[in-house]
C-alpha cells in the first residue's frame, strides 16, 4: 500500500511564507510525476504546481510566489509558498501519479495516489 502524508500547513497573514511537505511512503519502485492541487470552499479542486523530472509547471495564479521542488531519495516533494494571498486559503493536497509498484518478477502496477490534505488558512 502506497501512501501520501502532507505536512506543514497553518495560518499565515498575508504577505507571510509556508513550506508544504509530503512524503510517499510503501513498497514503491518510482514515482513519476508529483503535483500539489489546492480546493477552497465552494471551488473545485484545481493545479496548483507540478514536477516531472526537472520540469516543473504552475498555475497563472502562483507563479513567482509559489515553488515546487523534490527529492527523488525520500520520495517528497515541497511546495514553497511565498507572498501569501488570502485567496490561497484552501486545502492542499499532493498528489502521485503514477506511483510504480512491484508486485512480482518483472511486474508492476501503476497508481494515482492521493494525500488526505492539508489547511492553509491565509488571514490577519
Known amino acids: 500500500q502506497v501512501q501520501l502524508v502532507e505536512s506543514g500547513g497553518g495560518l499565515v497573514q498575508p504577505g507571510g511564507s509556508l513550506r508544504l511537505s509530503c512524503a510517499a511512503s510503501?513498497?514503491?519502485?518510482?514515482?513519476?510525476?508529483m503535483a500539489w492541487y489546492r480546493q477552497a470552499p465552494g471551488k473545485q479542486r484545481e493545479l496548483v504546481a507540478a514536477i516531472r523530472g526537472d520540469d516543473t509547471r504552475y498555475a497563472d495564479s502562483v507563479k513567482g510566489r509559489f515553488t515546487i521542488s523534490r527529492d527523488n531519495a525520500k520520495n517528497t516533494t515541497y511546495l514553497q509558498m511565498n507572498s501569501l494571498k488570502a485567496e490561497d486559503t484552501a486545502v492542499y493536497y499532493c498528489?502521485?501519479?503514477?506511483?510504480?509498484?512491484?508486485?512480482?518478477?518483472?511486474?508492476?502496477?501503476?497508481?494515482?495516489?492521493w494525500g488526505q490534505g492539508t489547511l492553509v488558512t491565509v488571514s490577519s
Open positions: 510503501g513498497s514503491i519502485f518510482s514515482i513519476n510525476a
Open positions: 498528489n502521485a501519479d503514477p506511483v510504480v509498484v512491484p508486485v512480482g518478477p518483472s511486474s508492476y502496477r501503476y497508481l494515482e495516489v
